[in-house]
């Protein structure tokens, strides 16, 4: 796991200390974006690359003069975790950094989504008789639409790509 980036929010009490005090803290990797954050007391997140889907450049009048900027992060499985976005404030980087952690987040999820789709087989004692492997295919049908479900449950499959799939398994 390669370092992407790292830094500090560049806020204006950290720039009127000196850089001393912090209000947080970021480093980011090629499968996950840690925040530490807190002046007082720390608290530390971490968020799967995989699971970002929008990043977006802000930055008002007071940060550009300050030469910071503030990134949003959405995630579109905020079940795994806890938010649905993440604000990096005050960092400096801005623009350059938006574009690493697109380039980041979209090689995870295809990571996430082809380790997903891999199946592992595992037979012990006897392999199943013919009158066990052939099912009734409505039961195949019906096995295959629980399939994708747990797909979208585990949010590898979105709502309009398991919609789509069920659609073609049932004939519609």
């Known amino acids: 796991m390669a370092q992407i980036w790292s830094g500090e929010s ?28 807190g002046v007082l007391s720390s608290k530390g997140e971490q968020y799967p690359m995989w699971a970002v889907r929008d990043v977006d450049f802000i930055q008002s009048l007071v940060q550009k003069t300050l030469k910071v900027s ?17 604000l990096l404030e005050d960092i400096q980087a801005g623009r350059d950094l938006v574009a690493q952690i697109v380039s980041a987040s979209t090689s995870a999820r295809l990571d996430f989504q082809r380790l997903a789709q891999t199946q592992h087989i595992n037979y012990k004692g006897a392999p199943p008789t013919s009158s066990e492997s052939s099912a009734p295919a409505e039961d195949d049908v019906y096995v295959r639409l629980e399939k994708l479900a747990g797909l979208l449950e585990k949010g590898i499959l979105s709502k309009e790509e398991f919609d789509a799939q069920k659609a073609k398994l049932l004939g519609l």
């Open 70 to 86: 503030t990134i949003r992060i959405r995630f579109e499985h905020n079940d795994f975790t806890g938010k649905a976005e993440l």
């Open 10 to 37: 560049k806020s204006l009490t950290n720039m009127a200390t000196g850089g001393k005090i912090s209000t947080a803290k970021y480093t980011i990797d090629d499968d996950y974006i840690y925040v530490e954050s």
